[in-house]
C-alpha cells in the first residue's frame, strides 16, 4: 500500500471501506472544484452520510428507494431481450445509415464478470478492445466498469451500458426512470443525466486511447432512454455532451490534488464517525470547503457547510450570482 492509500485508509477510520465514487458524485464534484473538503471526502472514500448524521446534520440528498426500485425495473425491462431493443433504440438515434440494424441472434453480449472492480475494468477493456477487432457487428455492454483518474485516485464507474456500432465506435446508454413526455423529459433532469455520462465519455477515451493502433471513437452524444410518457415502454433520445464534457474535463483538471491536501492536515486527522462530536467536527473543519447553495442537490453534507457558512457570516450561502455583485467582499 503507498502513503497516500495508507493516509486515506486511516482518514476514513478504522476498518472502514472506501465508499466509491460514481459518476453521479463525480459529476457534483467537478461543479464545485474550489471544495478541497468534498475532494478530500470522496477521494479518500469517506461515507459522507455516515458522517453528516454524526456531525448532526443528516442529509436529506439521494434517491428514494421507490425511485430506485421503478428505476431498476425498468432497466431491466429494457435489457430483457439481451439488449437488442437497446440497441434498436441506439441505432435509430446515432447509428449510421448503413449500419445492419441489430437483431438478438446478432448482437455479441460478452461477460463482463471478474473479481472486483480492476478485474472488472480490464475485463471491459478486453471486451471493447475484442469488439473494435470484431467489425461489423453490434455488441452490448452490460454495465461495464470504467476508471477514471480523479485529483491523483482512480474512480471505478459503472455506465448502465455501453454500445459498440459496426463501425467500431461507442456510445454511452444512460437509462433513467423520468418520464419523456411528447418526446421531452425534465430539462434539469436531462441536463443531470448529460453531466452524469460525461463522466463515462472522459472516462471511456481514457480506455480507448490504450488500445492499440487507431483510438477507437467514443460519440459526443448519448442516448437517453426514459419510459415513454406514462408507460414502461422506452422511449430514447440522442444528447450532445460536448459542452458537458468541455466543463467537466476543465474543472476536473482544475481539482486540487488529494495528496496536496492530505499533506496539510493535522496529525492524527480522522473522519471516522464514531468519534467524540468535538473532535469529528474539528476534523472536518480543518480542510476547507467551499459552500454553494447548489451543494444542497449534491453533497451528504451540504446542510453542515451551510449552517457553518451561515455562523460565519460568509457570503456564500448567497449564491454565485449575488456573490459576483458583492466583489471582494467574503462576510456580510
Known sequence: M???????AELRGPDRPPRPLDARALAALAANPGCSRRALLDGAG????????????????????????????????????????????????????DAPEPVAERVAAPD??????????????????EAVE??????????????????GSPAYLEPDAVVVHP???????????????????????????????????????QV???????????????????????????????????????VTRRQLDRLTRIEDIAAQLPPGTAFDPDLPPAELTAAVESVPATYAPECLAACELAFHCRDRSRAAGAVTPLGRPLRAELGGLTTV
Open 2 to 8: 503507498t502513503g497516500l492509500r495508507h493516509q486515506l
Open 46 to 97: 469517506v461515507d459522507k452520510a455516515l458522517l453528516a448524521d454524526a456531525l448532526g446534520a443528516p442529509s436529506a440528498f439521494g434517491q428514494s428507494q421507490f425511485a430506485l426500485a421503478r428505476g431498476n425495473v425498468f432497466e431491466a425491462r429494457v435489457k430483457a431481450d439481451g439488449g437488442a431493443r437497446l440497441l434498436r433504440l441506439v441505432h435509430e438515434r446515432v447509428g449510421a445509415a
Open 112 to 129: 463482463l464478470a471478474a473479481a472486483g472492480p480492476q478485474g472488472r475494468t480490464a475485463r471491459t477493456a478486453l471486451a471493447l478492445r
Open 134 to 151: 470484431s467489425p461489423g457487428t453490434w455488441t452490448f455492454l452490460d454495465h461495464p466498469m470504467l476508471a477514471l483518474d480523479v485529483a
Open 167 to 205: 463501425d467500431g465506435s461507442w456510445t454511452v446508454v444512460e437509462i433513467k426512470s423520468f418520464p419523456m413526455i411528447d418526446g421531452a423529459a425534465d430539462a434539469a433532469k436531462v441536463g443531470a443525466a448529460a453531466r452524469q455520462a460525461a463522466v463515462y465519455v472522459l472516462a471511456l477515451r
Open 208 to 246: 480507448a486511447d490504450r488500445l492499440p493502433g487507431t483510438p477507437a471513437r467514443v460519440h459526443d452524444r448519448i442516448v437517453l432512454v426514459c419510459p415513454k410518457d406514462f408507460s414502461n415502454l422506452p422511449a430514447a433520445s440522442a444528447v450532445d455532451v460536448r459542452k458537458q464534457l468541455a
